[in-house]
């Protein structure tokens, strides 16, 4: 299992974002790149990060759009803001919308590091996993652990809309919400249903609650 923080890096400037991976990496985490803030917004719904590193000006999606979109489904992941916009109001419009932090371009790269710190620090994921009805959700490992100690292992899109659930218990999410968050490459409502089958199929028809008409939520846990 790998222990390192992740992080999530959307910079479409893509030689500033090898930068920024080759730095990030040789200070222990583990990088994604996106370039876009379409692909970002997926990434942080379907994946697990500890810290998120935004440019405000991606295409396709703003950075602060992304941000506040992520904040209004319940994500919490601190965000800090790259910008090459770095006067006081565009900081407090950053800080306003979403983000825990906001560090103008050109930025020294001890400060960016030590900044990225501090929001761990601030927001450690429990380490004990998410629960679920029946047990717990390691979503890293991508493994179910039943109270009995059995382990079931998911695939990557099991994995993925179960826990992006499991993290806002009592939400219920839209077959369109779903399609979006974790399976961007298709254009069928169809496939959430597919995947809801097969997590029932697994783990007991109680993992995922059906409300008519609406969509999808965690089961209820007891």
Do not use: W
């Not at 999530?8 to 985490?29: K, P």
């Not at 803030?37 to 719904?45: D, I, P, S, V």
């Amino acid at each position: 299992m790998d222990e390192r923080p992740r992080v999530l890096v959307a910079e479409d400037d893509r030689r500033l974002a090898e930068m920024l991976r080759q730095l990030l990496e040789a200070d222990g985490y583990v990088v994604v790149l996106a370039h876009d803030g379409q692909r970002a917004l997926h990434l942080a719904m379907s994946e697990d990060f500890d810290v998120l590193l935004f440019d405000r000006g991606l295409p396709g999606r703003e950075g602060l759009d992304v941000i506040e979109g992520l904040r209004r489904q319940g994500n919490t992941v601190p965000a800090l803001i790259l910008s090459a916009l770095g006067n006081p109001a565009d900081r407090v419009e950053g800080l306003t919308r979403g983000a825990e932090d906001y560090l103008a371009k050109p930025f020294d790269v001890d400060e960016l590091l030590a900044r990225l710190r501090v929001l761990r620090r601030k927001t450690a994921e429990p380490s004990g996993g998410l629960p679920v009805p029946g047990g717990i959700l390691h979503a890293r490992r991508h493994e179910f652990v039943a109270r009995d100690g059995a382990v079931t292992p998911l695939s990557q899109r099991e994995n993925d809309l179960l826990a992006l659930l499991a993290r806002r218990p009592g939400q219920v999410f839209s077959r369109q919400e779903l399609l979006d968050a974790v399976f961007a490459d298709a254009d069928d409502t169809g496939v959430v249903d597919a995947y809801v089958h097969h997590l029932r199929r697994k783990l007991g028809r109680g993992c995922v609650h059906t409300v008519r008409g609406v969509g999808y939520a965690l089961g209820a846990l007891s």
